[in-house]
């Protein structure tokens, strides 16, 4: 059990200036913080007291477009790419093999997609209906798909990969013909939720009864995990450039804006041809979601890390960002447990819970996200006692 690896952007020292380089020392406070924020908003919007009720933004798109919502879980995949570059980085730097560290990846991937796969199975455990994908499954296929490459090749070939996914990707979905349906834009609009590739492959390689909701796809589906894995090498790549020491720290944060503020705008104009759209993870979505998540850190390195203007408050983040992945497995197994637990008039636990929220606390949407900012709460119990215990567990 060890804290997830991350690093301080520069180290506290009254002798060097914020505009100085450099080396890198300890944990990057902001990073962990940002994790945090993340999982905390991944719980709040995953178990709303009344999903039919709930504010727009607390919920996903319905197909193209976004919300706050769509932006969790690349924000997610961002973070652990960041995670990851100095992590591994860090480690290769103190001589550790790089094979050790593969298999070390290997492990922590295969760990990932059993507990994923363990928490589609509950409660029933009924393996003809077990839906294969997931979102532990996508974490840990990407993290698996991203590790190998980030400890063997060299930057400039993680800057082609990310390209030839995120461009790959998007010709794949526009430029294939998509056999009964045709080519898109042409045949078929662009991204038709039956038509599009990457529902069709889903439906091709995967049977029915195991999609999500037994649909016509999955949104954690097979061609999309190629997408995905670029927003995992965009971390990468951001935590690539955090680790130099031959800039100052204002320079180095200043490109990372402008960076996300370009990568935002591509996002934005692609989406004019290619719909942004969390649901397949269009390339679109790809430089939208990581931009602002790039923005997002290099924010709140700069506030946090640099500058210390951000020193009180932080504990709640930091408690959900050094067990992110600890905090999320309990809120689904709490979920999974209140929801199947039967309770006369009200159906489940859950409902009858929610339902003992009094009226004068405010409209029906009101009631559910006050619900659903209590059950974060009861969520942060655990990942607390074990922070104050220095625990940290690696799923």
């Not at 009924?126 to 840990?140: A, D, E, F, K, N």
């Not at 998509?178 to 038709?192: K, N, Q, S």
């Not at 069709?200 to 195991?210: A, E, N, S, V």
């Not at 949407?365 to 104050?388: A, H, K, N, Q, T």
Request: glycine share 10%; charged share 10%.
């Amino acid at each position: 059990m060890t804290p997830s690896s991350s690093y301080k952007l520069t180290e506290s020292s009254p002798a060097q200036s914020i505009g100085t380089p450099r080396p890198i020392g300890s944990r990057l406070t902001s990073l962990d913080v940002l994790r945090g924020l993340t999982v905390a908003f991944m719980i709040l919007v995953n178990t709303a007291g009344d999903g039919a009720v709930s504010y727009p933004q607390l919920r996903h798109s319905a197909w193209n477009g976004y919300t706050l919502t769509d932006l969790v879980f690349p924000g997610f995949l961002f973070i652990m790419g960041v995670s990851m570059a100095l992590s591994f980085q860090g480690r290769l730097a103190k001589g550790t093999p790089p094979g050790r560290i593969a298999l070390q990846v290997l492990k922590r991937s295969a760990m990932m997609i059993s507990f994923g796969l363990l928490l589609n199975a509950l409660p029933e455990l009924h393996l003809s209906t077990l839906r294969y994908m997931g979102v532990l499954q996508r974490i840990g296929l990407c993290y698996l798909i991203c590790g190998l490459p980030l400890l063997y090749l060299r930057n400039w070939m993680i800057v082609a990969l990310t390209f030839a996914a995120t461009i790959g990707y998007w010709l794949l979905m526009t430029q294939v013909a998509v056999p009964g349906f045709g080519l898109p834009g042409i045949d078929i609009p662009f991204l038709d939720p039956q038509g599009n590739l990457a529902s069709f492959l889903d439906r091709l390689l995967i049977p029915q009864g195991h999609f999500y909701h037994r649909g016509f796809y999955d949104p954690e589906g097979v061609l999309s995990t190629l997408s995905a894995t670029a927003t995992v090498l965009l971390g990468s790549l951001t935590g690539m450039w955090i680790r130099r020491t031959d800039l100052p720290a204002t320079r180095r944060l200043f490109s990372l804006a402008l960076a996300a503020a370009g990568m935002i705008g591509l996002g934005l104009i692609w989406d004019h041809s290619f719909p942004i759209n969390k649901r397949l993870w269009t390339s679109s979505y790809v430089l939208f979601a990581a931009g602002i998540s790039m923005l997002l850190l290099a924010t709140l390195i700069w506030m946090i890390d640099e500058r210390g203007w951000l020193k009180k408050g932080l504990t709640p983040w930091l408690v959900f960002g050094t067990n992110a992945l600890t905090a999320y497995v309990f809120s689904e197994l709490l979920a999974i447990a209140i929801e199947n637990i039967p309770m006369a008039g009200a159906g489940t636990l859950q409902r009858y819970l929610y339902l003992c929220l009094p009226l004068w606390l405010g409209s029906a949407p009101l009631r559910s996200l006050i619900w659903s900012i209590l059950f974060v709460g009861i969520c942060f119990l655990p990942v607390w006692f074990l922070y104050r215990r220095r625990i940290f567990i690696k799923l």
